[in-house]
Every structure is written in C-alpha cells, then in structure tokens.
C-alpha cells in the first residue's frame, strides 16, 4: 500500500533527545576544545565539538556547503583533510578521508 509519508528531518524535533545510540564509533577525548579550519582559500579557528577516528563535529559562524572540501589542523592530532558531510544550526560534521589514528604525524 503507497503511502505519503516519508522520513525527514522535520518529524522528530531536534529538542527530543534520541533514545537509541546510533554513532558507530567512539567519541576521542580531545585535548583542546579548538581547532583550525581552512576552508576556500582561508583559516577560520573553529570550536571543536567532538571528535572520532573518522571525523569531527565542528561549531563556527561558517556555513560551508555539503560536500566541500576542508582541512582540520587539530592541536592533538596530525592535519587531516576530509569534507562537509552535514550542516545544521551553527554545526557541521567534518568525515575524515582517513582515520585518525592512520595519519603520519
């Protein structure tokens, strides 16, 4: 039977905290709760939210657009590169190209 409905974001609001634990992996407790971030030709020191060994969750008044292209420079780890996997409300999550603890120092 077709219906209409569908799954968005818009049908669980974001004030009503999940109930299940759906990250894959564990959170990296880091050392610093800042980073530095260059996007489109430029560095924006950035609040680092969370990290994990493939990828971060960033807070700044940049908007980046899904998909971009960027560079973490990260106080307790080496620089990674990666790109926007989503954006919402001042935050955005970072998916590393590689996983943290791959990285050449």
Known sequence: MATKLSLTG???????????????EQRIEPTA???????????VAVQLLNVSE???????????????????HLVDHPTTDGFVRWVRD????????????????
């Open 10 to 24: 818009d049908m669980i609001p974001r004030s009503v905290r999940r109930i299940f634990e759906q990250r894959s």
């Open 90 to 105: 001042g935050r955005f999550g970072i998916n590393f190209d590689v996983p943290l603890s791959r990285i050449e120092s």
């Open 33 to 43: 709760d800042h980073a530095v971030l260059e996007c489109r030709g430029t560095r």
């Open 54 to 72: 493939s990828g971060a969750m960033i807070g700044c008044d940049l908007v980046p657009c899904i998909g971009e292209r960027v560079r973490l």
